[in-house]
């Protein structure tokens, strides 16, 4: 199983950026996908998840109304399409998939992508 992840990079307080995370190797419409993000001496937080269909989705309360998480079943993708960006954004994203129908626990998660920096400078 490979998750690749990607679109990180810098941008501008108030920006935008739309991350992809591109599964291989599994049923992809099988599996949650969820985001997560790592900040420098941080834990990892929980941001986005969606359920198998995309029917169902869950915002952390730091992103929402910022963040919107979306799937391509057709393109084995999962995107969280990110607005109005903070400092506070910067962080290390990783995509995760789980086998539970949606979850918002890093533990329930079984694969990792490798992922991807986002910089959001003042």
């Known amino acids: 199983v490979q998750l690749q992840a990607s679109g990180g990079g810098l941008v501008q307080a108030g920006g935008s950026l739309r991350l992809s995370c591109a599964a291989s190797g599994l049923t992809f419409s099988r599996y949650g996908m969820g985001w997560f993000r790592q900040a420098p001496g941080k834990d990892r937080e929980f941001v986005a998840a969606?359920?198998?269909?995309?029917?169902?989705?869950y915002h952390a309360d730091s992103v929402k109304g910022r963040v919107t998480i979306s799937r391509d079943n057709a393109k084995n993708t999962v995107y969280p399409q990110m607005t109005n960006l903070k400092p506070e954004d910067t962080a290390v994203y990783y995509c995760?998939?789980?086998?539970?129908?949606?979850?918002?626990?890093?533990?329930?998660?079984?694969?990792w992508g490798q992922g991807t920096l986002v910089t959001v400078s003042s």
């Open positions: 995760g998939a789980t086998s539970d129908f949606i979850a918002r626990e890093p533990d329930a998660y079984i694969h």
């Open positions: 969606i359920s198998w269909s995309g029917d169902n989705t």
